[in-house]
């Protein structure tokens, strides 16, 4: 926070295994925590990982807008299925290997309770399609200008950081996003097993 930072792209990890896990006490605890050192834009995930149940993913901003004192201002909304794999370009191996699935109706219920919550959305753009996906929601009233959004470059699942991807429609503000791997809440509340079998890493956005 002290370079500037104004927002906080939230996940949690379970504090036995340093999985990623989608858990509403997690949550709670971490944006006490946070709140206790900064004051910033909270933005809780709803992404998580792609074994968790679409309802799970969802079910947190409800009950987490239930309380004043955690809820957060935004919450991520990823506008499509996608791939998610990381490689390892030494070997050349693909250590994760997955598709995240986001179907219509799923999205349209993710915006619906974002809206209903007043909680922002965060649109997750991770490929060209996904602009068109957000589009459409505001064209279904689902989602409010001006949006929200944040591209997601340079990652093996996704657009890479080129000028053509920039050419963003009216309405949308103007992303920003940086992909680090380090979470430095996470990290420092919930440490990772130095072997991780899972093959997740860590992002965090600023």
């Known amino acids: 926070m002290e370079a500037g930072a104004a927002t906080v792209h939230l996940h949690t990890r379970d504090p036995e295994t340093g999985k990623p896990v989608h858990r509403v006490e997690l949550f709670k605890e971490t944006i006490h925590l946070i709140q206790e050192e900064c004051d910033v834009i909270m ?53 994760l290997n997955d598709v995240q699935m986001n179907p ?9 309770t974002m809206k209903h919550c007043s909680v922002v959305a965060e649109l997750e753009i991770y490929d060209a399609a996904m602009i068109n996906n957000a589009v459409v929601l505001r064209s279904l009233d689902a989602l409010e200008e001006p949006l929200h959004s944040q591209f997601v470059f340079d990652v093996l699942r996704g657009m890479q950081p080129t000028i053509n991807y920039l050419n963003i429609p009216q309405g949308f503000n103007p992303p920003r996003c940086r992909v680090v791997d380090v ?15 899972s093959g997740w890493k860590c992002e965090s956005r600023f």
Do not use: Q
């Not at 969802?58 to 996608?82: H, Q, R, T, Y």
């Not at 109706?105 to 915006?111: D, G, H, I, N, V």
């Open 183 to 197: 979470c430095r809440w996470s990290e420092r509340l919930y440490p990772r097993p130095h072997s991780n079998s």
């Open 104 to 112: 219509w109706e799923s999205l349209l219920s993710f915006a619906d």
């Open 43 to 95: 933005n809780t995930t709803t992404g998580a990982a792609p074994e968790v149940p679409l309802d799970e993913r969802k079910g947190i901003i409800p009950v987490l807008s239930a309380d004043p004192m955690v809820k957060p201002e935004m919450a991520s909304l990823n506008c499509s299925s996608l791939n998610v794999g990381f490689l390892n370009r030494k070997k050349g191996e693909v250590i």
